[in-house]
């Protein structure tokens, strides 16, 4: 995954077995991670960059690894150890929300794991502790949820058997 920085358009980042920044030359690029995999083959599947609170950025990975930096990639902290249900899933999707500070919805596909079941989850607090969010969404695996970047209160849910909405945050699902 790759993103333009919502704060300085002319910086590029991208996510492979680590977060790199690119400034005007991409000569110049700069590693600004630690490996992200949890295993040598792992690699960033999901990228977000928090357009609400500068230098706060997530990554997850395709075996199960969630990190978050809170300083615009000087640091980070792997917060996937509490996820032991659903470790070495692959994180199909993080994002930051659009309203809210420290807010990051995450959905997590374990069909490559024989696991079709709903993982979707809300953080209001950096990763540190989650919410299970998607009662009525029938099923999994969920490919991408997305909060509406208008309304606060509307999510977005693709799965691989269709297209879910939320009008409550999740708590709901048509």
């Known amino acids: 995954p790759f993103l333009l920085s919502p704060h300085k358009p002319d910086t590029l980042w991208m996510a ?7 400034e005007k030359d991409p000569k110049d690029s700069k590693v600004m991670s630690p490996i992200l995999g949890r295993t040598k083959r792992g690699t960033a599947s999901t990228f977000s960059i928090s357009k609400k609170s500068k ?16 300083n615009t990639g000087k640091t980070w902290k792997n917060i996937s150890s509490s996820l032991q249900s659903i470790s070495g899933r ?18 997590i596909d374990g069909h490559r794991s024989d696991d079709m079941r709903v993982h979707t989850m809300v953080s209001r607090n950096n990763g540190r502790s989650r919410t299970r969010i998607g009662k009525g969404i029938t099923r999994g695996p969920v490919r991408v949820l997305r909060e509406d970047p208008v309304n606060p209160d509307l999510l977005y849910a ?11 945050k999740g708590r709901t699902w048509l």
Request: net charge negative.
């Open 16 to 22: 492979g077995n680590y977060v790199l920044r690119i």
């Open 158 to 168: 693709g799965t691989e058997f269709g297209i879910f909405a939320s009008l409550d």
């Open 90 to 107: 692959y994180i199909s999707s993080l994002q930051a929300s659009h309203h809210t500070s420290n807010t990051v919805y995450m959905a």
């Open 55 to 70: 230098g706060l950025m997530y990554v997850g990975t395709d075996d199960g690894a969630i990190w978050v930096s809170r």
